[in-house]
């Protein structure tokens, strides 16, 4: 299908939703599901004493509704609302002896209804209930990305949300009444870049590289290897400057071009060697980074607890080397040649010698 009879598709829909918010008899069949707000008190009164604050027990809080469908960390970092049905673990943890008869009958019965309809955030007929939930598929994520992001991107397309939310990466020239209750982007998206801040589709919040938040996002967490490259550590005292480093070339702020395109470009710059480049089969990268005639010159992107010491991409001091001090000849580094500071510029592209 092309992206234009998407679009229409899409719109149709879009469309269909509001014609069932006119009519009120259509709503009136079917009992309105349990919400947030509904269960919001009885969460206030019971549980939010001991699930609130730095110090919250599990540390998992109950505060907001995001709060509450997120994971908790222990065992294995279960979505505490998910599956929707009572083996969730805010309804399991109620039998456990310390939780059981902190609910009476009829606000059990209240919170598990909301479990099994959804742990839907309110009672809103614009777009799908679960919208908000990232762990759905049904969620304004995935709608995004299903319509090649072009309801951010085009502001001209019937389902272009800026028709109706301010703080979209598209806004649409001369809207300047939005329907009261639809929120503006940049109060969930509140970094700066609002909906276009780096984490908000890959890495966590303000960590802009991959692996993404692995409670909303499960699976295996893929792109392990940016922290090492990009966090400093003890072979990269200051970090790598970004992203061009390794995707070079590329205009990260907008969603054109090849950026967003379901497609990993992997490009290094060019200080990385002439003919640095990255086998997205194997995972290996040829760089003059790691191929300097150390002790470990073959490294993969997916290899895990890489540890990579002073000999490892070259030799400590390098084969034929002079025998005085690195500190004679080089800039941040202690006598011995073990130790890089903060000021080695290291990892650079370039030879420092003072
Ligand atoms: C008196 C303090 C206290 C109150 C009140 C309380 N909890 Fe807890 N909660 C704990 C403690 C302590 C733990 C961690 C030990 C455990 O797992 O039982 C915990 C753990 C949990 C967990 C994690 C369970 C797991 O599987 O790891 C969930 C979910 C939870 N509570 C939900 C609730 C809900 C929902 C309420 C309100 C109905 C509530 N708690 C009220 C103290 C409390
Ligand atoms: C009520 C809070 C809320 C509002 C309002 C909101 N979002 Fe989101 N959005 C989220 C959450 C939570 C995520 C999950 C990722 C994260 O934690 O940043 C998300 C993720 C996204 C993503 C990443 C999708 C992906 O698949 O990785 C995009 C794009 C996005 N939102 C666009 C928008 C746009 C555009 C608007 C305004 C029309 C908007 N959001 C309004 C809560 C919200
Ligand atoms: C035709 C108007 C309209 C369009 C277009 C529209 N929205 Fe909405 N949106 C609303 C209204 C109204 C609400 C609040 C009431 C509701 O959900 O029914 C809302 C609610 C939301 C919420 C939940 C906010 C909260 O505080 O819980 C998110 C997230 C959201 N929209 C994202 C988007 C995204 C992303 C797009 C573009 C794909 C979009 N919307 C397009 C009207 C619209
Ligand atoms: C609205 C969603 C969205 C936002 C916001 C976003 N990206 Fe992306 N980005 C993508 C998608 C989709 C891909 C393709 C890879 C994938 O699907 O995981 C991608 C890929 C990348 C890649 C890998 C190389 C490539 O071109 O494929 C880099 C680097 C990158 N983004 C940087 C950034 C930076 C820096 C920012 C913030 C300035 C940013 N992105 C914001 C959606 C987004
Ligand atoms: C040291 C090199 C390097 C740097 C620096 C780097 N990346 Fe990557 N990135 C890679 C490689 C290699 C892959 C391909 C992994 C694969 O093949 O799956 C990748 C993949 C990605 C992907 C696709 C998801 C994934 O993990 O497969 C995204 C998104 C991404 N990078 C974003 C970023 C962003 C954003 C930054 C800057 C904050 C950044 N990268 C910095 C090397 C790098
Ligand atoms: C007498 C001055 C001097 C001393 C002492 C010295 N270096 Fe060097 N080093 C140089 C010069 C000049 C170069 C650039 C020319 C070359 O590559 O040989 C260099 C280059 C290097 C390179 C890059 C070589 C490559 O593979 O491209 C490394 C790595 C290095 N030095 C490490 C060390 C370490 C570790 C020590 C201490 C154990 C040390 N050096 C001590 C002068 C010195
Ligand atoms: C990931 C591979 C890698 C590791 C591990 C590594 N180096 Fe290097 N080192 C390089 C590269 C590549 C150069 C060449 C110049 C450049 O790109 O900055 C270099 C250059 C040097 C130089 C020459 C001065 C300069 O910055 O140009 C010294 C001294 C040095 N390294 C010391 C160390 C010490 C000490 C350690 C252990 C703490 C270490 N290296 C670990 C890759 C590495």
Same mark, same amino acid.
């Given at each position: 299908?092309?992206?234009?009879?998407?679009?229409?598709?899409?719109?149709?829909?879009?469309?269909?939703?509001?014609?069932?918010?006119?009519?009120?008899?259509?709503?009136?069949?079917?009992?309105?599901?349990?919400?947030?707000?509904?269960?919001?008190?009885?969460?206030?009164?019971?549980?939010?004493?001991?699930?609130?604050?730095?110090?919250?027990?599990?540390?998992?809080?109950?505060?907001?509704?995001?709060?509450?469908?997120?994971?908790?960390?222990?065992?294995?970092?279960?979505?505490?609302?998910?599956?929707?049905?009572?083996?969730?673990?805010?309804?399991?943890?109620?039998?456990?002896?310390?939780?059981?008869?902190?609910?009476?009958?009829?606000?059990?019965?209240?919170?598990?209804?909301?479990?099994?309809?959804?742990?839907?955030?309110?009672?809103?007929?614009?777009?799908?209930?679960?919208?908000?939930?990232?762990?759905?598929?049904?969620?304004?994520?995935?709608?995004?990305?299903?319509?090649?992001?072009?309801?951010?991107?085009?502001?001209?397309?019937?389902?272009?949300?800026?028709?109706?939310?301010?703080?979209?990466?598209?806004?649409?020239?001369?809207?300047? /009444?939005? !329907?009261?209750?639809?929120?503006? $982007?940049? %109060? @969930? #998206?509140?970094?700066?870049?609002?909906? &276009?801040?780096? =984490? +908000?589709?890959?890495?966590?919040?303000?960590?802009?590289?991959?692996?993404?938040?692995?409670?909303?996002?499960?699976?295996?967490?893929?792109?392990?290897?940016?922290?090492?490259?990009?966090?400093?550590?003890? /072979?990269? !005292?200051?970090?790598?400057?970004? $992203?061009? %480093? @390794? #995707?070079?070339?590329?205009?990260?702020? &907008?969603?054109? =071009? +090849?950026?967003?395109?379901?497609?990993?470009?992997?490009?290094?710059?060019?200080?990385?060697?002439?003919?640095?480049?990255?086998?997205?089969?194997?995972?290996?990268?040829?760089?003059?980074?790691?191929?300097?005639?150390?002790?470990?010159?073959?490294?993969?992107?997916?290899?895990?607890?890489?540890?990579?010491?002073?000999?490892?991409?070259?030799?400590?001091?390098?084969?034929?080397?002079?025998?005085?001090?690195?500190?004679?000849?080089?800039?941040?580094?202690?006598?011995?040649?073990?130790?890089?500071?903060?000021?080695?510029?290291?990892?650079?592209?370039?030879?420092?010698?003072?």
């Amino acid at each position: 299908m092309n992206a234009s009879a998407h679009g229409r598709r899409v719109a149709g829909l879009l469309l269909a939703a509001f014609v069932l918010v006119g009519c009120n008899e259509t709503r009136e069949l079917a009992e309105p599901p349990v919400v947030y707000a509904d269960v919001e008190p009885i969460l206030e009164e019971h549980c939010v004493e001991c699930h609130s604050g730095p110090s919250a027990e599990a540390d998992y809080r109950l505060e907001d509704y995001f709060q509450t469908i997120r994971c908790i960390p222990d065992p294995d970092g279960q979505p505490a609302t998910l599956p929707s049905d009572p083996t969730a673990p805010i309804l399991s943890v109620l039998e456990r002896p310390d939780h059981a008869g902190l609910l009476d009958a009829d606000e059990t019965k209240g919170l598990t209804n909301w479990i099994t309809d959804g742990a839907i955030p309110a009672n809103r007929s614009t777009h799908p209930g679960q919208w908000n939930d990232p762990r759905t598929d049904v969620w304004h994520g995935n709608y995004l990305r299903e319509t090649d992001w072009q309801p951010i991107v085009d502001p001209t397309r019937s389902d272009t949300c800026g028709l109706c939310h301010p703080g979209s990466p598209a806004p649409v020239d001369g809207i300047i /009444n939005f !329907p009261p209750d639809a929120t503006d $982007c940049t %109060d @969930c #998206h509140s970094l700066p870049g609002g909906v &276009m801040s780096c =984490g +908000t589709c890959h890495g966590d919040g303000p960590r802009a590289y991959p692996p993404r938040d692995q409670c909303y996002f499960r699976g295996p967490p893929v792109g392990y290897s940016h922290e090492p490259h990009l966090e400093p550590s003890a /072979n990269n !005292p200051r970090g790598l400057d970004g $992203c061009q %480093d @390794c #995707h070079f070339g590329q205009d990260y702020t &907008m969603l054109d =071009g +090849t950026h967003g395109n379901g497609v990993v470009d992997v490009e290094f710059d060019p200080v990385w060697g002439p003919n640095a480049t990255y086998d997205s089969e194997t995972f290996a990268c040829y760089t003059t980074c790691h191929v300097r005639r150390g002790t470990t010159p073959d490294v993969a992107w997916n290899e895990k607890d890489l540890n990579l010491d002073c000999n490892a991409c070259h030799q400590s001091p390098p084969l034929g080397h002079s025998t005085l001090t690195c500190n004679t000849c080089h800039i941040g580094i202690n006598p011995e040649g073990t130790i890089l500071t903060i000021e080695a510029p290291h990892c650079d592209g370039k030879v420092d010698v003072k």
